[in-house]
Every structure is written in structure tokens, then in C-alpha cells.
């Protein structure tokens, strides 16, 4: 027995529209399910946040009469003149010859004066021309331990009477010697030993 293929192709034709169908049906059931959600979120209104008031500007500080907008007046300011000072004194420097503070000058050193020759009073001759000079002569004598070969004057040597012997010296053109062992004991000063050559202030009678 054999089919007839047109009789078979309506059949055909019919499930697959009925197949058609139902995916439609299946289609628009989705949408209209995911469409009712949409509908039922789309009700509701969605809350409203309450924004904060505007914030009111604040007033401006009032202005100084005669000042600009926006500068500040500043406070005057007073300046102190830096107080005058005076220098001191200039102290004078010490004369040449008058020592450190507190130890004798040239010819304030003490002087002794000893004859060491056989003319009579020739210590007190030589006082006497010393001290007209401004010497302080504090005594005067004889010297009889040796001959001194001329007229000189001893000193402490390291002591201010250096610088007096010196000067006493180039005064009246005698020699000028450290102590010897003789003399170096004798008390503090200059030591005046006069011999026959002896001849007074510059070497002159």
C-alpha cells in the first residue's frame, strides 16, 4: 500500500504551527510577566531625600569707617629710637719711662750714691747734681770693698731699674753695669759708685 505525500503535508504543516504557537505563547507569557514586575516597581514612588537647607551668607563684618572692602586695618605701630650711649673716656697711655701702675717711674727709683775715689764729698757733689736733675738720691757714702776703674751705675737686671739706670747713664755719660757679686745683695735701687773721673750731668763739671 502506498502513502500519498500530499495527503501527509497538511498534517505536517499543522504541527508546526501549532509548534509556532506555542512558542509564542511561551514569549509573550515572559514579557508579560517580566512586564508586570516592571509595572508593579513603577507604582511606587521611590522616596524622597530631603536636601538641607541653603545656607544663608553670612553678613559681613562691619567695615572700619574709612577703611576699603576686604583690607583690614591694622593698629599703628610705634618705634623706640635705640638709647644713646657714650663712650668712655680715652685714658692717656703712660708716659716712656714712668713704669706700670704702682712701681716707680725713671727717676722715682732710689738711688745711692758711694765714693770710690780720694776726693773729699764727691758723693755729695754727685747727690747734689742728681737731685737737681729730679733723681731721688736716699743716701750716700763711701765704698771701700775694691776700685771701681770708673764711675757706673749697678742695677737688678729683670727689674724696672734697667730702664733707670740707663736713662741715669745716657744722663750724666757714665757707665752702666748690672749688680756684681759685691753689691748684689745691697737693698732695692740703683747704686751710684763715683770715681776721680766723675764729672757731673752730660760728663761736664
Excluded at 680715652?90 to 758711694?114: M, N
Excluded at 758723693?123 to 736716699?138: K, Q
Amino acid at each position: 500500500m502506498t502513502t500519498d505525500p500530499s495527503a501527509a503535508r497538511p498534517g505536517k504543516i499543522a504541527g508546526l504551527v501549532l509548534i509556532g504557537v506555542a512558542a509564542v505563547s511561551t514569549v509573550l507569557g515572559v514579557v508579560t510577566l517580566l512586564g508586570g514586575n516592571g509595572d508593579s516597581e513603577a507604582g511606587q514612588q521611590p522616596p524622597q531625600s530631603s536636601a538641607p537647607p541653603a545656607s544663608q551668607p553670612s553678613a559681613a563684618p562691619p567695615s572700619t569707617p574709612g577703611s576699603e572692602p576686604g583690607t583690614s586695618s591694622a593698629a599703628p605701630t610705634t618705634t623706640t629710637a635705640p638709647p644713646i650711649t657714650t663712650a668712655p673716656p680715652a685714658t692717656s697711655a703712660p708716659a716712656p719711662g714712668s713704669g706700670e701702675p704702682g712701681t716707680p717711674s725713671t727717676k722715682d727709683q732710689p738711688v745711692r750714691i758711694y765714693n770710690n775715689s780720694t776726693i773729699a764729698d764727691l758723693a755729695s757733689r754727685a747727690r747734689n747734681d742728681l737731685t737737681g736733675h729730679g733723681w731721688n738720691v736716699i743716701e750716700t757714702g763711701n765704698y771701700s770693698q775694691g776700685i771701681i776703674p770708673t764711675t757706673t751705675v749697678y742695677f737688678v737686671p729683670g727689674t724696672a731699674e734697667e730702664a733707670a739706670a740707663r736713662a741715669l747713664a745716657a744722663e750724666f755719660g757714665i757707665r752702666v753695669e748690672p749688680r756684681f757679686d759685691g753689691i748684689k745683695d745691697s737693698s732695692p735701687g740703683l747704686i751710684l759708685i763715683v770715681t776721680k773721673d766723675y764729672r757731673g750731668a752730660a760728663g761736664k763739671e
